[in-house]
């Protein structure tokens, strides 16, 4: 090896940097040529693949980098800016795309502040005039991505939102879902157990005509997003029905669903042709929320018995899949109270709803503008005593053109 590279590789930044480099940018080229220039230069590429480091090599580099910082007490960001102890070399400064990888490194070893702290010099870094020459694995909304995650991971809400909110196009479904703690779980549902109740009430008469004879008690629990709860919404005596109704599919009930990881509970759906109560259920949802029954899924009963849970989750579906039908609101009932535990719980707007027969909850999963709102995320908490019975229906966007139509500069778009 020359005298240069020699004095080159001594630096420990300058040869990460490389080995990085070569580990990782490498596929960006290939992907390139094998668009725009000839087989030759892509064959050429990949011949050269082998003398290149591996992602073992770049796993290493990285690691030696962190074992640097134990072992020194080195401060990252100068180490980003190509400081080392003092020492600074021309040339040496880490760039946007390194600082991601000793991020993604560090992600990946449950270091999580520390990864945290190379995202961030990876932002600063980042010039998003110049996207074009980042490699395959980094863009802006990646390094946000990942900064949300970290900060939901330690339970900076608001923040992790913000940097959700700033991944955009990012698919967050599932990314908020998976890393919702059980540190943030275990809060919000042991809270449930002794919360008193959120106290802004009014009787709605408004959203339908037939309200103003019969109005329903109506708990305001969120704005943005809209979450409501209603008090004495739906009789003992048609609660009976549905629960009657639902021992006809008891093989159903009993076999369908039954545990995944996702849910323990048991699930069957309720057909409108079942009987006239219904239609007059979807009427009461109508009046609950304003919205046309049209396209919507038929009611799904569930019952969750000791220990019966479901993860956290958004009702609408995921941007990726670009669908324009989604679920616009839910309405969840509950046919039962249970004695201890099975909360409904939203992590992200703080807001645990302790089961109470007889009333129902109403939330809106899509923003104004038609797009998953991300803080509807939710889940059912394990139920400790007693059994939980709750009847879903979940409302649908394609009918609600008049009722509810999209404002994509609405305050929450
Ligand atoms: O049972 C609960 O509390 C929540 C149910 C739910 O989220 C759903 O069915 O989508
Ligand atoms: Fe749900």
Not at 169 to 178: F, Q, R, V
Not at 285 to 298: A, K, R
Not at 357 to 381: E, I, Q, R, Y
């Amino acid at each position: 090896m020359n005298l240069y590279f020699k004095t080159y590789l001594s630096n420990p930044l300058k040869s990460f940097a490389l080995i990085r480099h070569q580990q990782q940018d490498w596929q960006k080229w290939a992907l390139f040529m094998s668009e725009t220039i000839g087989k030759e230069h892509l064959a050429y590429a990949h011949e050269m693949r082998s003398e290149l480091p591996t992602a073992f090599d770049l796993q290493e580099a990285s690691r030696s980098i962190e074992l640097l910082i134990t072992y020194y007490e080195l401060n990252p960001n100068e180490l980003a800016s190509g400081k080392l102890l003092g020492y600074s070399q021309p040339g040496a400064a880490l760039s946007a795309m390194d600082c991601y990888a000793l991020g993604m490194f560090n992600y990946f070893q449950k270091e999580y502040t520390k990864a945290e702290i190379w995202l961030n010099a990876s932002l600063l870094k980042y010039d998003s005039s110049q996207e074009a020459k980042y490699s395959i694995f980094i863009n802006e909304k990646s390094i946000h991505k990942w900064l949300g995650i970290l900060s939901i991971k330690r339970r900076e809400n608001s923040l992790g939102m913000w940097h959700i909110n700033q991944a955009k196009t990012e698919h967050y479904d599932g990314i908020l879902e998976e890393h919702i703690t059980m540190a943030t779980l275990k809060e919000h549902c042991a809270a449930s157990l002794q919360r008193p109740s959120h106290l802004h009430c009014r009787y709605n008469n408004w959203t339908t005509p037939f309200l103003r004879i019969a109005p329903l008690k109506m708990e305001e629990l969120s704005i943005d997003p809209f979450v409501v709860l209603y008090h004495n919404v739906i009789y003992d005596s048609e609660i009976e029905w549905f629960l009657t109704q639902s021992f006809d599919y008891t093989p159903a009930l009993l076999d369908y669903g039954g545990f995944s990881a996702h849910r323990s509970g048991k699930n069957v759906f309720i057909e409108l042709e079942k009987g006239e109560l219904v239609k007059t259920i979807e009427m009461r949802v109508t009046d609950m929320s304003g919205l046309s029954m049209e396209g919507s899924d038929d009611l799904s009963l569930i019952n969750y018995g000791i220990g019966g849970h479901y993860i956290p989750h958004h009702d609408s579906f995921s941007e990726e899949e670009n669908k324009t039908e989604d679920r616009i609101a839910t309405a969840l009932f509950y046919l039962s109270d249970v004695e201890l535990g099975g909360a409904t719980t939203f992590p992200l707007l703080n807001l645990t709803i302790s089961p109470e027969k007889g009333t129902a909850v109403l939330w809106h999963n899509l923003k104004d503008s038609g797009t998953p709102h991300p803080k509807t995320v939710h889940a059912a908490c394990p139920v400790i005593v007693g059994s939980k019975y709750v009847m879903t229906k979940w409302i649908y966007n394609m009918d609600q053109i008049f009722r509810r139509p999209c404002q994509a500069n609405s305050l929450n778009s």
